[in-house]
């Protein structure tokens, strides 16, 4: 406990099983996971995700991915490599459905609302009501990071790293081009919606929707149409 990796592993830990706990059975194991992750939090919080085996198998598990995935990638440096490793085990995990929503997030540059993801997520292969469950286990697994805005509302983002490993994976399934045109097509609803309300009572709250749109949005729509 006297090492900041051993301790965000172990508070991490805790958000998946509260009675766990540092023991003589499982420390050096622990450690082991510590060091070969080289003290990097994003790679600490995606192993200690997994409590739900024993940190043995964590341990094992993460040694033999981090190993395999060294072999033909000597050009990137050790710690991409071991937070490459590190998304790479935990992609390996995922549903299905999980792993088609996670590439669908990386298209929100900025962040998105559950009402976002909904109108974005939810096709082919992904029903809505399926969402909001798929995301928590998303967030469950540390995949996906969530924060309460200024006014009060819960939003989710991926940090962008996570972003740019989910973005390789949506282009990979060769989906990317349609989830796009979908992510556009729920904003454009929206921002048809907020310049009505513009003119209306709620000036305000619509004036700052608006602004989000923009932020969100615009990197993304870049070529998005033709």
Same mark, same amino acid.
């Given at each position: 406990?006297?090492?900041?990796?051993?301790?965000?592993?172990?508070?991490?830990?805790?958000?998946?099983?509260?009675?766990?706990?540092?023991?003589?059975?499982?420390?050096?194991?622990?450690?082991? %996971?510590?060091?070969?992750?080289? #003290?990097?939090?994003?790679?600490?919080?995606?192993?200690?995700?997994?409590?739900? %085996?024993?940190?043995? &198998?964590?341990?094992?598990?993460?040694?033999?991915?981090?190993?395999?995935?060294?072999?033909?990638?000597?050009?990137? /440096?050790?710690? &991409?490599?071991?937070?490459?490793?590190?998304?790479?085990?935990?992609?390996?995990?995922? /549903?299905?459905?999980?792993?088609?929503?996670?590439?669908?997030?990386?298209?929100?540059?900025?962040?998105?609302?559950?009402?976002?993801?909904?109108?974005? #997520?939810?096709?082919? #292969?992904?029903? =809505?009501?399926? %969402?909001?469950?798929?995301?928590?286990?998303?967030?469950? =697994?540390?995949?996906?990071?969530?924060?309460?805005?200024?006014?009060?509302?819960?939003?989710?983002?991926?940090?962008?790293?996570?972003? &740019?490993?989910?973005?390789?994976?949506?282009?990979?399934?060769?989906?990317?081009?349609?989830?796009?045109?979908?992510?556009?097509?729920?904003?454009?609803?929206?921002?048809?919606?907020?310049?009505?309300?513009?003119?209306?009572?709620?000036?305000?709250?619509?004036?700052?929707?608006? =602004? =989000?749109?923009?932020?969100?949005?615009?990197?993304?729509?870049?070529?998005?149409?033709?």
């Amino acid at each position: 406990m006297g090492y900041e990796a051993a301790r965000l592993f172990l508070d991490r830990a805790r958000l998946r099983l509260p009675n766990f706990d540092l023991t003589r059975e499982n420390a050096v194991a622990v450690a082991r %996971v510590c060091r070969r992750l080289e #003290g990097l939090p994003l790679a600490i919080e995606l192993a200690a995700a997994r409590v739900g %085996v024993s940190v043995e &198998q964590i341990a094992a598990r993460l040694d033999e991915s981090l190993r395999l995935l060294t072999v033909g990638t000597r050009t990137a /440096s050790p710690r &991409q490599q071991t937070l490459r490793g590190a998304l790479d085990w935990s992609y390996d995990l995922l /549903s299905e459905p999980e792993r088609l929503l996670f590439g669908r997030l990386s298209v929100f540059a900025g962040g998105w609302t559950l009402e976002a993801i909904e109108g974005a #997520g939810a096709e082919d #292969g992904i029903g =809505k009501q399926e %969402v909001f469950d798929l995301l928590l286990r998303l967030v469950d =697994k540390s995949l996906v990071a969530t924060q309460t805005s200024g006014e009060g509302e819960l939003r989710y983002g991926l940090l962008e790293p996570v972003r &740019q490993y989910a973005r390789e994976k949506l282009e990979d399934s060769g989906g990317a081009e349609a989830v796009h045109r979908l992510h556009a097509r729920s904003f454009l609803d929206l921002a048809v919606e907020a310049d009505s309300e513009l003119k209306g009572p709620r000036q305000v709250k619509w004036l700052a929707v608006s =602004k =989000k749109i923009t932020t969100i949005c615009a990197p993304q729509w870049h070529g998005s149409w033709r």
